[in-house]
C-alpha cells in the first residue's frame, strides 16, 4: 500500500521576456547606467524561466528550488513592471496539464497577457512537482517520511492558494485544471496523503493505538471528501478516482484495526471482533474492486489473522456478545497536517533580480509629485513673469526711464539705446522671423508622428473586428476597441495639446505681425533711430529736480526687484528634491503611499520660504508703481508740453513697447521649440508602445487563429449514428449516490462522455456486419470522437 497520487506538471511555450521588460525599462528610466543594470536583470529572468520551464524537471529539491526562485521573481517584479495588454505586453500560453488532447489535435491550451496567469501556473507546477518528490520519498526511514509530510503539506497550500487567488488573478474562465473546483480537490488529496504519512510514522514509532487510530481515522476523512468532490467531474485523471475510494477504505481499516487493539486492552472482546469485522469487509472490498491500483494483501492477512484469533479465544474463553457495526462508538480523529500557507519568498535562496528597481507605485508617486512641485514652480514663476510684465508695461505707457534721460530733445534716450543693444544681440527680428519659421516644420512632424500610431490601431482592430464577425463567439480575446481605450484617450490628449499649441502660435505670430516695424527699428544703428524719433525742446530746465530724483530712485529700485525677481526664478528651477527614499519609507511602514498627504507636506517644507519671497516681491512691486505713478504725475504738470514733444514721447513709447514683446516673443517662441521637441519624444515612446501592442495582438491572433483551424479540422464532417444499446452510458439522472462513511465507495467508475478506445472496437466489430456504405459513417464517427 505505497501508492500515492502526484500531479502532472503543466507545459509552458516559451516567451521571451527580455525584450518588452528592457523596451519599458528603457522608456521609464534615464540614467544609461540603470538601464543596463536592469536589462541584465531581464535577462536573466528569461533564463531563469528558460531553466524552470523550458526542460523537463528532475523529481529532486534543486529543480524545485528553481521553479520557487522564479516563482519569487514573479512576485518581486509584479509591483514594478505595468503588465497589462496595453502597456508590458506579454502573452503566456500554457497546456491544461491534465488534457491528454485527441487523435487530430492538441491539447486544451490558454494564453494570456497577465503576468497573475504565469504566477498560478508556476504555483501549479510547483505544487505539483512536490507532490512528485513526496511521491518518490522512502518511506521506510524518518528522513523520508518528515520529507514527504513536508512537501504534501506544501502542495496543498499552493493548491489551496490557487483556488483561492486564480479567478481574481485571471479575470476570466481558467483551464480546468488551474479552476477552483480541481486545485481544491487536489489540495484536500495532498492533505489527505499527509496525514497517511503521519499515520505510516506513528505505526512505525509504535505509538499508542488509540492515536494511530485516530490518525487513520481522519485520514479516511479527507480521502472520503476529496472522493466526494470528484466523484462526479470528469476534470482529473480517470486512475485518480479508484485510488481516493480505495485509500478511504484502507485508512478506515487501519483505524478499525488500531481501535480493536485498544478495545482488547480494555478486554472489550466483543467491540475488537466487530471492529476487525469491518476492517476485514474493507480490506475484501478494496482487494475485489481496487485489485489494479492497489494491493492490500499484507494488511488483509493482517487484519484475518487478528480476527481469527480474536474469534477463537472469544469461542473458547470469553463468550462476549459482539454488537452489530451500526452500536459500535465512532472513532476520534486527530489531524497534525495543514496547507502550508504561500508566504514570499518560497525560496531559501531567493535574491531578487531587481532590488534596486523602483516598484511601480512608488514610481507613479513620484510622477505625480513631479507634477505638484511642476504646477507649484510654474505657478510662482508665471506670477513674477506677469508682475515684471506689468511693470514694463506701466513704464512704457509713463514712456519712463525715456522721459527723464531725454533732455537735449534731439538725441536718444539711453535707456533706449541699452533696448536696442540688447535686441541686436540677441539677432533681432532675424531670430523671429526663424524661430517662426520653424515651428510649422516641428508640428507637422508631431501630427505625423501621432497619426501613424492611430493609424495602426484603427488597422489592427479593424481586422479583430473582421476576424469576429467571422467566427463570432470563437474569436475569444478581448476586443481591440476596448483593449486600446486608454490609448485612445492618450491620443485624443496628445490631438487637443496639438491643436492649443496651434492656437497659441497663431497668437504669437499675430503679435509679432503687429510690432515688427518698431522692432526692426530698434534694430537700426544708433544714428538711423536717432533720425526716426522726432526731435522736441530740451527740458533741461527739469534736471536736477527733486521729482526727477524720486523717479530715478524709485526706477533704480524697481531695476533692483526685477534683478531680485530673475535670481528668485532661477532658485526655483534649480531646487531638486529626490521623493523616491520617502515614498518607499511610506510603502514599508504603511503598506500604502498616501502621496497628496506626503507630497503637500514635502512641497511646502521645501518651497514654502520660495513662495513668500514672491508674494513679497509683487507686493514691493505693487507699491513702487504706485509711488512712481505718482512721482510721474508731478513730473508731467512740471513739463513743457507741445506737438512736438508729444510725438517724440510717444515714438519713444512705442520702441520701449517693442522691446519688451521682443523679449517675450522670443521667450515664447523658444518655448514652443522646446515643447514641440519634448512632444516629439513623448509621442516616439508612444507610438513604440502602439507599435508593441499591436505586435503581441499580431501574435495572438497567429495563435488563435492557429487553434481555431485545428478545433475546425476536428469537427464532425458527417451526422452522428445511433450507438448500439450495450454501448450507451447511462443516463445523468442514473448515477449512484455517494456512500456515506464509513462504508467504502462504489466500483462503478465516472465515464467519460467522449467514446473510449474500447467502445470503438466494439463498434468497429458491429459495424462489419453492416453494409459498405454505413463504413464510411463510422470512420466519420472516429474522427467526430477524436
Known amino acids: 500500500m505505497t501508492n500515492f497520487i502526484s500531479v502532472q506538471l503543466k507545459k509552458a511555450s516559451e516567451v521571451d521576456l527580455a525584450k518588452p521588460l528592457c523596451k519599458f525599462i528603457q522608456q521609464s528610466y534615464p540614467g544609461a547606467e540603470a538601464q543596463a543594470e536592469h536589462c541584465r536583470a531581464a535577462e536573466e529572468l528569461s533564463r531563469l524561466r528558460k531553466s524552470a520551464l523550458g526542460r523537463p524537471l528532475d523529481k529532486h529539491e534543486s529543480a524545485l528550488e528553481t521553479l520557487l526562485r522564479y516563482y519569487d521573481q514573479l512576485c518581486s ?15 503566456f500560453t500554457w497546456k491544461d496539464a491534465f488534457d491528454k488532447g485527441s487523435l487530430f489535435g492538441g491539447s486544451a491550451k490558454l494564453a494570456l497577457a ?13 505544487g505539483a512537482l512536490a507532490s512528485q518528490i513526496a511521491a518518490e520519498q522512502n518511506l521506510d526511514n524518518d528522513e523520508g517520511l518528515k520529507a514527504a509530510a513536508k512537501h504534501y503539506q506544501f502542495a496543498s497550500g499552493a493548491f489551496q492558494h490557487i483556488k483561492d487567488t486564480v479567478l481574481s488573478a485571471l479575470n476570466r474562465e481558467p483551464t480546468v485544471d488551474i479552476s477552483p473546483d480541481t486545485v481544491g480537490t487536489l489540495s484536500l488529496i495532498m492533505l489527505a496523503q499527509a496525514q497517511e504519512v503521519f499515520f505510516l510514522k506513528a505505526t512505525r514509532d509504535k505509538m499508542k493505538d488509540g492515536i494511530i487510530a485516530k490518525l487513520a481515522n481522519q485520514a479516511a476523512d479527507y480521502y472520503g471528501d476529496a472522493y466526494k468532490q470528484c466523484q462526479y467531474k470528469d476534470t ?8 481516493l475510494a480505495a485509500k478511504h477504505c484502507i485508512m478506515q481499516a487501519n483505524a478499525e484495526y ?19 469485522q469491518h476492517a476485514a469487509d474493507l480490506v475484501k472490498t478494496v482487494a475485489s474492486r481496487y485489485d489494479e491500483y492497489i494491493n492490500v494483501k499484507d494488511l488483509a492477512d493482517k487484519i484475518n489473522r487478528a480476527l481469527a484469533a480474536a474469534k477463537k479465544d472469544n469461542d473458547f474463553i470469553y463468550h462476549d456478545r459482539v454488537p452489530d457495526l451500526k452500536d459500535l462508538e465512532s472513532i476520534g480523529k486527530a489531524s497534525l497536517v495543514k496547507s502550508t500557507p504561500v508566504v514570499v519568498p518560497l ?27 511642476a504646477d507649484l514652480v510654474n505657478r510662482s514663476i508665471a506670477q513674477m513673469r506677469e508682475a515684471t510684465n506689468l511693470a514694463n508695461g506701466v ?28 535686441v541686436i544681440e540677441q539677432g533681432g527680428i532675424q531670430t523671429v522671423d526663424q524661430l517662426i519659421k520653424d515651428l510649422p516644420e516641428l508640428l507637422q512632424r508631431n501630427k505625423e508622428i501621432l497619426d501613424e500610431s492611430l493609424r495602426l490601431l484603427d488597422e489592427e482592430e479593424a481586422t479583430d473586428n473582421d476576424l469576429r464577425t467571422k467566427f463570432k463567439e470563437r474569436w475569444q480575446r478581448t476586443p481591440s476597441n476596448e483593449l486600446y481605450k486608454p490609448l485612445r484617450a492618450e491620443g485624443a490628449n496628445y490631438h487637443n495639446i496639438l491643436n492649443k499649441a496651434m492656437q497659441a502660435d497663431g497668437q504669437v505670430k499675430e503679435r509679432y505681425q503687429t510690432h515688427r516695424d518698431t522692432i526692426a527699428l530698434l534694430c537700426k544703428p544708433e544714428a538711423e533711430l536717432n533720425a526716426a524719433i522726432p526731435s522736441a525742446n530740451p527740458a533741461k530746465t527739469l534736471q536736477g529736480n ?7 530712485t524709485l526706477l533704480a529700485s524697481l531695476d533692483e526687484v526685477k534683478k531680485e525677481r530673475e535670481q528668485l526664478e532661477n532658485d526655483l528651477k534649480s531646487v531638486n528634491f529626490d521623493m523616491t527614499s520617502k515614498f518607499l519609507t511610506a510603502l514599508a511602514q504603511d503598506g500604502a503611499i498616501n502621496e497628496e498627504a506626503i507630497s503637500v507636506t514635502e512641497l511646502d517644507r521645501i518651497y514654502g520660504s520660495y513662495t513668500q519671497k514672491v508674494q513679497e516681491s509683487l507686493k514691493k512691486q505693487e507699491e513702487l508703481l504706485k509711488n512712481i505713478q505718482n512721482a510721474h504725475q508731478d513730473f508731467s504738470k512740471m513739463k513743457q508740453s507741445n506737438n512736438e514733444s508729444n510725438l517724440r514721447e510717444e515714438v519713444l513709447k512705442n520702441l520701449a513697447v517693442a522691446n519688451d514683446n521682443f523679449v517675450e516673443l522670443v521667450a515664447n517662441l523658444k518655448e514652443g521649440t522646446k515643447f514641440y521637441n519634448e512632444l516629439t519624444e513623448i509621442l516616439l515612446k508612444f507610438q513604440n508602445k502602439c507599435s508593441d501592442i499591436i505586435f503581441a495582438r499580431k ?18 464532417s458527417a451526422p452522428s449514428i445511433p450507438l448500439p444499446t450495450y454501448q450507451t452510458t447511462p443516463a445523468a439522472g442514473s448515477k449512484p449516490a455517494a456512500s456515506p462513511a464509513p462504508t467504502p465507495a462504489p466500483r462503478t467508475m465516472v465515464v467519460n462522455t467522449c467514446c473510449r478506445v474500447s467502445g470503438l472496437k466494439i463498434l468497429g466489430l458491429y459495424l462489419r456486419t453492416l453494409n459498405r456504405s454505413v463504413i464510411c459513417v463510422y470512420h466519420s464517427l472516429v474522427y467526430r470522437c477524436g
Open 77 to 91: 517584479i509584479e509591483p514594478k513592471f505595468p503588465f497589462s495588454e496595453n502597456q508590458v505586453c506579454v502573452t
Open 114 to 126: 497577465s503576468l497573475g496567469y504565469e504566477k498560478t501556473c508556476v504555483l501549479f507546477n510547483c
Open 236 to 243: 482529473l485523471p480517470k486512475e485518480v478516482f479508484p485510488v
Open 258 to 276: 488500531h481501535q480493536s487493539i485498544l478495545a482488547k486492552q480494555q478486554k472489550k472482546f466483543g467491540e475488537e471482533i466487530g471492529r476487525l
Open 347 to 373: 525560496s531559501q535562496k531567493f535574491t531578487d533580480l531587481f532590488e534596486k528597481m523602483v516598484p511601480l507605485q512608488v514610481q507613479q508617486s513620484v510622477s505625480v509629485y513631479n507634477q505638484r512641485k
Open 395 to 422: 513704464l512704457a505707457s509713463l514712456n519712463l526711464p525715456a522721459a527723464i534721460e531725454d533732455v537735449s530733445g534731439d538725441t536718444v534716450p539711453q535707456s533706449i539705446l541699452n533696448k536696442s543693444k540688447s
Open 546 to 552: 527733486e521729482v526727477v530724483n524720486v523717479l530715478r
Open 699 to 716: 501574435t495572438e491572433r497567429d495563435e488563435l487563429l492557429k487553434d481555431l483551424q485545428q478545433s475546425i479540422a476536428r469537427e464532425p
